[in-house]
C-alpha cells in the first residue's frame, strides 16, 4: 500500500492535522489536494505548536517532501508568511522539500474582500466563512476566469491581474463595498511572482512517479466530509470538495492510485461545528462549556484559523455511518478521548425520528436537517485520565465499550485513539 488519504469525518477540526503528523513519521510525500488557509491544522511537538493553514502538516518532520496540489486555491500573501513562520522556529521549507502545482488556483486580495462583501449582504443567512476569498475564488475558478499559479510566472502576470482587480472592484462596486488600490497590489504580487517561480512544479507527475517508486504518500484533505461543496449541509459548507475520492483528482492521480488505498476518517470523540447551519446534536448546556472548554488550553474548541468558539455537541452516528459510505473509509482515528474523561455518560446518535418515524439514514443527505430530532444511546462514562495511556488494554472498560460502540455505529474499525495533542499520545487499536 502506498497511498493513505487523511479525512476529516465531520465539519472539519476532528484533529487531521495532528494525526497527518503521526503518519507522516513513515511518509516520504505529504499532500494538500483542497481547499486554502481556510484550513487551520494544529501540531504539536513537545513546547512547539504548529498552526498549518496551507502546508501539509507532513512538513514538521525532516524527511517527507510536501505538496500544494492543483485542487487548492492558494493565497500567496499567507503562503510566504507560514513558510517564513516554519523557517523561523527551524522547519526547512525550501523548493526541494516544498513543490507547488501549476495549475493550482490564486486568492488574491479580490476574492478576500468579495468573500467579506458577500457574508455582510447575506445578513442573517451569512455562512460564517474564514474570510478568506475561498468562496470567490473557487467560484472563479468554475466561471473560467480565475489566475493560476501558472500565470505568475507568465510575461503576462500584471497584466492579467490587472484585469482580474478591475473586473473585482465592479463586483465590488454592485455590493457597496470599498474598491481595491491596484497598483500596490500589483506591486506586491510582483514580488511573489519572481519568489514563487523555484517552487512551481507538474506536481501530477511527481505524485505519479512517487508512486510507481513504491514511495509512501499521505493525502491531507482539509476541512471535513460535511463541508464538502456536494454532500455536505449545503449551503452551509465550503467550496472545495473535501472527499477522499477529490483526493485523486485535486492531485491529479488517476484511478489506479486508489487500488489498495488507506482511507483514515478522523473523527472527534463528540461533535464540533464552527460557522452557520444546521447540527442535530448540539448542546448547549454547562455540559457544551466543558466539552468546549473555556480557551485557556490551546486544545480548547476555538477555532485554529478565526478563533471562533465551536459549537458543541454529542457524537452523530447517522452523519459518522454517512462519512463512512461517502468517503469509504477503511480505518478509523478517534481523537481527544481525553476530553470525555470525567462525564458522568456519554451519549451518541443512533438515528433521527421526524414525524413519528424513525431514520437511520438519511433520506436526502444532510442538507435538510431541519426538524429530525437525535435519538441516542446512553454509554457510562469513565472518572480515569486517559492522557498517559499509550496501550489499548489499558484504557478503561468503559472508554474501550465507547469506542467500540463508534466503531459498529459506523461500520469501519478504530486504529488509532488520540488522547492528547502532543505527538506521541495516541493508543494503536488492537
Ligand atoms: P484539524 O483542522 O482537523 O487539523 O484540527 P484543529 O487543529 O483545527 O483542531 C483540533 C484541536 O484539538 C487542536 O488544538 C489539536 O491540538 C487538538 N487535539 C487533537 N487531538 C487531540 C486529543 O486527542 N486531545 C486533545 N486534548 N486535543 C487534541
Ligand atoms: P480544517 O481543515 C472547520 C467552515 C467555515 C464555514 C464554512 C465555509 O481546519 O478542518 P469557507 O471559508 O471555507 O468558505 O467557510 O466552512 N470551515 C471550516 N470549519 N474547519 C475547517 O478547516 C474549515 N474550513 C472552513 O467555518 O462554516
Ligand atoms: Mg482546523
Not at 474582500?113 to 457574508?119: G, H, I, V
Not at 449551503?235 to 483514515?264: D, E, I, M, Y
Not at 456519554?346 to 424513525?358: E, F, H, L, N, S
Request: charged fraction near 20%.
Amino acid at each position: 500500500m502506498a497511498l493513505k488519504i487523511v479525512v476529516g469525518a465531520q465539519w472539519g477540526d476532528e484533529g487531521k492535522g495532528r494525526i497527518v503528523d503521526w503518519f507522516a513519521a513513515q511518509a516520504e510525500v505529504v499532500a494538500r489536494y483542497n481547499g486554502g488557509d481556510n484550513a487551520g491544522h494544529s501540531v504539536t511537538v513537545g513546547a512547539k505548536l504548529f498552526k498549518l493553514h496551507l502546508i501539509p502538516s507532513g512538513i514538521v518532520h525532516p524527511a517527507p517532501i510536501a505538496i500544494l496540489g492543483n485542487g487548492m486555491v492558494i493565497n500567496p500573501e499567507s503562503l510566504f508568511s507560514e513558510m517564513e513562520s516554519l523557517e523561523k522556529v527551524g522547519v526547512k521549507v525550501g523548493p526541494q522539500r516544498l513543490r507547488i502545482s501549476h495549475a493550482a488556483h490564486l486568492i488574491t486580495p479580490v476574492h478576500k474582500a468579495l468573500d467579506k462583501a458577500m457574508e455582510i449582504a447575506r445578513g442573517k443567512d451569512s455562512i460564517g466563512t474564514t474570510g478568506r476569498g475561498i468562496g470567490p475564488a473557487y467560484t472563479d475558478k468554475a466561471a473560467r476566469t480565475n489566475l493560476r499559479v501558472a500565470d505568475m510566472i507568465a510575461p503576462d502576470f500584471i497584466e492579467k491581474l490587472s484585469a482580474h482587480i478591475m473586473a473585482g472592484n465592479r463586483s465590488l462596486a454592485a455590493l457597496d463595498a470599498p474598491q481595491l488600490e491596484i497598483e500596490p497590489i500589483l506591486a506586491i504580487f510582483a514580488a511573489y511572482a519572481e519568489r514563487i517561480l523555484p517552487f512551481v512544479a507538474d506536481t501530477a507527475a511527481e505524485m505519479d512517479a512517487a508512486l510507481k517508486a513504491e514511495k509512501t504518500v499521505l493525502a491531507e484533505g482539509a476541512q471535513g466530509t460535511l463541508l464538502d461543496i456536494d454532500h455536505g449541509t449545503y449551503p452551509f459548507v465550503t467550496s472545495s470538495s473535501t472527499l477522499a475520492p477529490a483526493a485523486l483528482l485535486g492531485l491529479g492521480l488517476g484511478l489506479n492510485a486508489a487500488r489498495g488505498a488507506v482511507v483514515s476518517g478522523v473523527c472527534k470523540s463528540f461533535q464540533t461545528r464552527v460557522g452557520s447551519g444546521p447540527f442535530p446534536t448540539e448542546i448547549e448546556d454547562d455540559l457544551a462549556l466543558r466539552l468546549r472548554g473555556t480557551g485557556e488550553n490551546p486544545w480548547d474548541e476555538y477555532g485554529t484559523t478565526t478563533g471562533r468558539p465551536r459549537r458543541v455537541g454529542w457524537l452523530d452516528g447517522v452523519l459518522l455511518r454517512y462519512a463512512a459510505r461517502l468517503n469509504g473509509f477503511t480505518e478509523l482515528v478517534i481523537t481527544k478521548l481525553d476530553i470525555l474523561s470525567g462525564l458522568p455518560y456519554i451519549k451518541v446518535c443512533t438515528a433521527y425520528t421526524k414525524d413519528g418515524k424513525t431514520y437511520t439514514d438519511l433520506p436526502f443527505g444532510p442538507t435538510d436537517l431541519e426538524g429530525y430530532e437525535a435519538v441516542y444511546e446512553q454509554l457510562p462514562g469513565w472518572t480515569e485520565d486517559v492522557s498517559a495511556i499509550r496501550r489499548w488494554d489499558d484504557l478503561p472498560q468503559a472508554a474501550r465499550d465507547y469506542l467500540d460502540a463508534v466503531a459498529k455505529i459506523a461500520g469501519v474499525p478504530v486504529r488509532l485513539v488520540s488522547v492528547g495533542p502532543e505527538r506521541e499520545q495516541i493508543v494503536e487499536a488492537k
